[in-house]
């Protein structure tokens, strides 16, 4: 109670400032006057009487001082008199306040931006029960990365043996055709959920009830839950909704719930509509909810003993031992299951790293600026100093000026995330995602309450770091008396030594980022350019839709060839050829094979990948012929025939040449002869090695395909209008699904790639730019203090070259100190990187630090250029004449 | 060990709110009268100055302890005069309390000599 007295009393007397103010003047006139007349009435004169009762209330200024210290609310004001006289102090230097404000808000942003995605694909947890004891199961293929997908028999299997969770359940996501009663039917991201998902995830209804395992009975009744958002956006909240029709996939369902407004979905990255219950067996996602007290390790343990019988029988059914090796793990769940966003994490980890180095030299390049003016500014500390302001009390003002700084940037820096952190976004996912999950991710990067703490924590943090030095000196400011006699005594040199110190920081951080950068590239262009096998460049891709047309695989055939030979008529088209799939375009077929005269233990079998494709493909695509003869129209009557690649060739031929030979796919009769041998090339993924690859003649069998490549001699768009004027001609029925160039296409596939090496290169820029102006400033700072020794020695014969070399020295010494510190540092982050990501390792060795030191050195002759010449034109009689 | 001649000595720590509220519980005074009323009952030897005496009435104002009133003094003058509320009754009775048993503790302490022991 006193408390909230005081509290109330404080922001009264705020309010009321001035009448406040004006009762303490008049009750302490009325002091004096009373102890006036007391000394009056003792027998003073009226002088004496007056000088003694002032003596004895002593300066009113002083009284009413400690009388507004004795309430709460002087605290805050002196703090606002700081803050407003910060404001001033950084509107009197416009130029400096708007450069320091600019860094600090693309520091911070950049960090805000990239949290919030991070947030969002990472740190988020589910508005459920307990989220802490959910976990996922994941199963890894060799060589594939980690899936959450398993079958009904799997799922039946773990919920009825063991003896670890709570509960275990499952989703199938998918694409569903709803429509309201009697509305336009729309496609929308739906979940399929087991009976038990609701209750085991402890959600509570906002309106009717949940799917349970009742509805999920087979031959149940069918029900629909929907979402929060549909329920507002389509029906204003109104609980009407409950047994509404809804079409899901032509079949009227009644709506008996609303999923609470908080929970958003399952699977990060999915914004479900419509749940409906999974009334037969299916493939299915998997969540479970760990026992009280059950720790993940053991659950682990379980769950690969669990694992292991139905591996046994993959393994056996699909002929397949690679199975048995395959590995069970189970990950924390409480944000949802990894499905989509798992391939987010490392990229956005490493993006973290990077703009975190950034922040770091905007801080420290600030606090230089931050030191520099600190230095004009002695003048002003030393009279406060001297007229008896507390030392703590200077501290609290100019840590106040840089929290100023930090927060007005930060502010900023929200702005700047919410737009980058979108746009960020729209670009990660702008690649190709696996086959059958939704184009866009539908993520809530929304800065929440996480990630505005962790701004307004990044803010305070860096306004106190960079505000610190400058404090320190405030603190140890002498008062005027004594600022004459100092001159350039130890405390000045140390001080100086600590501004070397920061753009030596500067650039070891700056090479550190760089050489991330350079890495980043590195790993992308070796994506890009290594032995892909093909030329990525100058082909266009047509792909075609035949379903619907009324032509049939002989008469397509037929068609096809005609189409073929216009498009060859086409100037600028050297060569063009159907296809199956052309080199990462995400997926392709598979099958074993038998291959005469080749005896293999079944754990060694594998798959081999095929692709049908027509006569001129490899010319097209630009993949090398090395032995035998290409397909032609006319193997059409003609016994099956096969061209392999020099992986396979390698595999099944050694030294021997495959021509000649024969091979037989599982559950296929006739063999097929192999009648020539191609280069390696990659089809699924640039990351791998190119599998054993077999190709077939897509005009045998009815193979026939409706993909076109087209090489051409011009920028491969150009031809596009000819290639559908040439099918509308052709094929009047036949639309033109897709038109691509396989350079796109190639690139959609390291869309995380790219994005990381542009980001990391632009923020390696920007931190080198940083560290340069940072130098930059300090040299010519340097100069003009020494402008008075420059001139002695030039007086004394130092030509402008000893001039210039003396700046450049000083610039090359503060870098050489950069790099001792940077280099060593750059080598070990590097090594972390090949440690997480292994495809780097290959990708550059040392040159990425290499690259790093250059630049760093070409940026800091760069710095050094303009002072040095400012060094060597001053006049020795102006210079000395001067001091 | 009493000086010949008395000098005006500071106050104790902490006391200052305890006496001005003992001061007001016989009395509503102005800021001048509570100083000297404390002077003349302390026989000269607590001299309050302006500089404790007027954060200390802001404060126990503030606390609810005191309220202030705007009225004429004896000699037509307008000044503020401060009485106990309810609460600060309750306040002075408890510290008195609290004050008379811990000096006894300090005394017995102070004077307590090898052989009580």
């Known amino acids: 109670m006193p408390f909230i007295r005081r509290l109330v009393a404080g922001i009264h007397a705020m309010f009321r400032k001035t009448r406040v103010e004006q009762e303490l003047d008049e009750e302490l006139r009325g002091f004096l006057d009373a102890a006036v007349e007391d000394k009056l009435r003792g027998g003073l004169n009226a002088g004496d009487a007056g000088r003694a009762a002032r003596i004895e209330l002593g300066s009113v200024a002083a009284v009413k001082d400690s009388v507004r210290d004795a309430g709460w609310e002087s605290a805050i004001e002196s703090v606002w008199q700081d803050v407003r006289y910060g404001g001033r102090m950084l509107r009197r230097s416009p130029g400096f306040a708007a450069i320091a404000i600019g860094i600090l808000a693309l520091g911070i942003g950049a960090n805000t931006a990239i949290f919030s995605l991070l947030n969002a694909v990472m740190l988020r947890t589910m508005p459920v029960y307990q989220p802490s004891q959910l976990v996922e199961p994941l199963s890894r293929y060799p060589g594939e990365p980690h899936r959450n997908g398993f079958s009904w028999e799997f799922f039946e299997d773990v919920r009825d043996h063991n003896h670890v969770f709570a509960g275990v359940t499952g989703v199938f996501p998918t694409k569903l055709q709803i429509a309201p009663d009697g509305a336009e039917a729309e496609t929308v991201d739906g979940e399929y959920v087991e009976g038990t998902l609701f209750s085991l995830l402890g959600l509570q209804p906002a309106l009717g009830r949940l799917i349970d395992p009742q509805d999920a009975r087979a031959g149940a009744a069918p029900v629909a839950v929907v979402s929060w958002a549909y329920w507002k956006s389509r029906f204003n909240l109104n609980p009407a909704i409950l047994g509404a029709q809804i079409k899901v996939n032509g079949v009227a369902a009644p709506i008996v719930g609303v999923t609470p407004r908080a929970f958003v979905g399952l699977i990060p990255g999915i914004m479900p509509v419509v749940w409906l219950p999974m009334t037969r067996p299916m493939g299915l996602g998997l969540i479970a909810r760990l026992k009280p007290g059950m720790p993940i390790e053991q659950a682990r343990a379980e769950m690969n003993v669990l694992h292991r019988p139905r591996l046994a029988q993959i393994a056996e059914k699909s002929h397949d031992p690679q199975w048995l090796q395959s590995v069970m793990d189970l990950e924390p769940a409480g944000g949802g299951l990894s499905l989509l966003t798992g391939r987010f994490r490392t990229p956005l980890q490493a993006l973290m790293v990077i703009v975190g180095l950034l922040l770091l030299i905007a801080c420290t390049n600030v606090a230089s600026m931050l030191l520099a003016r600190g230095e004009a500014r002695r003048q002003e500390m030393a009279v406060r100093v001297s007229l008896g302001a507390g030392r703590l009390r200077l501290v609290r003002q100019v ?7 930090a927060v007005t940037g930060s502010v900023l820096g929200v702005g700047l995330a919410y737009f980058g952190a979108a746009a960020l976004l729209r670009m990660l996912t702008s690649g190709r995602l696996p086959p059958g999950w939704p184009q866009h991710l539908a993520l809530q990067i929304a ?52 501004g070397h110190g920061l753009v030596v920081a500067q650039v070891a951080l700056s090479v550190v980022l760089l050489s991330a950068a350079g890495l980043c590239v590195a790993h992308l262009s070796n994506l890009r350019n290594r032995d892909l096998g093909f030329q990525r460049d100058s082909v266009l891709l047509v792909t075609l839709d035949p379903q619907g047309s009324g032509y049939n695989r002989v008469q397509l055939a037929n068609l096809y060839k005609d189409l073929l030979a216009r498009f060859h008529a086409i100037p600028g088209v050297r060569s063009a050829a159907v296809n199956a799939v052309t080199p990462i375009d995400g997926g392709a077929a598979s099958s074993f094979a038998t291959v005469e005269g080749f005896q293999e233990k079944p754990e060694d079998r594998r798959r081999l990948m095929q692709n049908w494709v027509g006569p001129r493909y490899f010319e097209t695509l630009g993949t090398p012929f090395i032995a035998g003869r290409d397909f032609e129209f006319a193997d059409a009557g003609r016994p099956r025939v096969a061209i392999v690649n020099q992986a396979m060739a390698r595999y099944y031929f050694g030294g021997g040449s495959p021509l000649g030979r024969h091979l037989t796919f599982e559950r296929d009769a006739a063999p097929f002869e192999i009648i020539g041998v ?23 069998d009815g193979r026939i395909q409706s993909r076109f490549a087209l090489r051409t001699d011009v920028t491969p768009t150009v031809v596009a209008p000819q290639v559908r004027r040439a099918v509308e001609d052709v094929l009047k029925t036949v639309r033109v699904s897709k038109v691509t160039t396989l350079s796109d296409q190639v690139d959609a596939s390291i869309v995380m790639e790219r994005v990381v090496a542009m980001l990391s290169g632009v923020v390696g820029l920007l931190g080198a730019s940083l560290a340069a102006i940072g130098l930059y400033g300090l040299l010519a700072y340097t100069v003009a203090r020494r402008t008075n020794e420059i001139g002695v020695r030039m007086a004394l014969g130092a030509t402008q070259r000893d001039v210039t070399k003396l ?22 982050s590097t090594r972390v990187a090949y440690s997480i990501v292994p495809d780097l390792a290959t990708a550059a060795g040392p040159l990425p630090v290499a690259a790093a030191v250059v630049a760093m050195v070409v940026g800091a002759l760069l710095a050094a250029y303009l002072p040095a010449r400012r060094a060597a034109r001053i006049n020795p009689t102006e210079a000395l004449r001067h001091s | 060990m009493m000086e010949s001649e008395p000098k005006p000595s500071d106050l104790v720590q902490g006391t200052l709110h305890m006496l001005i509220l003992k001061t007001l519980a016989l009395e509503p005074l102005h800021g001048y009268g509570i100083g000297q009323r404390l002077e003349q009952i302390s026989k000269g030897v607590f001299r309050v100055n302006a500089g404790s005496l007027f954060p200390g009435l802001r404060r126990l104002e503030r606390s609810g302890l005191i309220k202030g009133e705007w009225r004429v003094t004896e000699n037509n003058r307008r000044a503020k005069y401060y009485s106990l509320t309810a609460e600060g009754r309750a306040t002075l009775k408890r510290e008195t309390r609290d004050w008379g048993r811990q000096t006894a503790a300090i005394a017995r302490i102070l004077e307590a000599s090898l052989g009580e022991l």
């Open chain 1, 399 to 405: 840590l106040t000026e840089s929290l100023l700084l």
């Open chain 1, 678 to 700: 191609v280069g390696d090339a990659k089809y699924e993924d640039l990351h791998a090695v190119a599998p054993r690859t077999v190709y077939l003649n897509a005009f045998q």
């Open chain 1, 807 to 828: 700046v450049v020295k000083a610039a090359m010494g503060l870098v050489v100190f950069g790099l001792l510190a940077g280099v060593p540092a750059a080598f070990w």
């Open chain 1, 447 to 498: 800065p929440d309450l996480r990630v505005l703490l962790f701004t307004a924590g990044v803010a305070l943090a860096t306004g106190v770091l960079f505000g610190l030095p400058p404090a320190w000196s405030a603190f140890r400011a002498p008062p005027i008396s004594s600022l004459r006699e100092i001159g350039s005594a130890g405390t000045r040199r140390s001080r100086r030594r600590f």
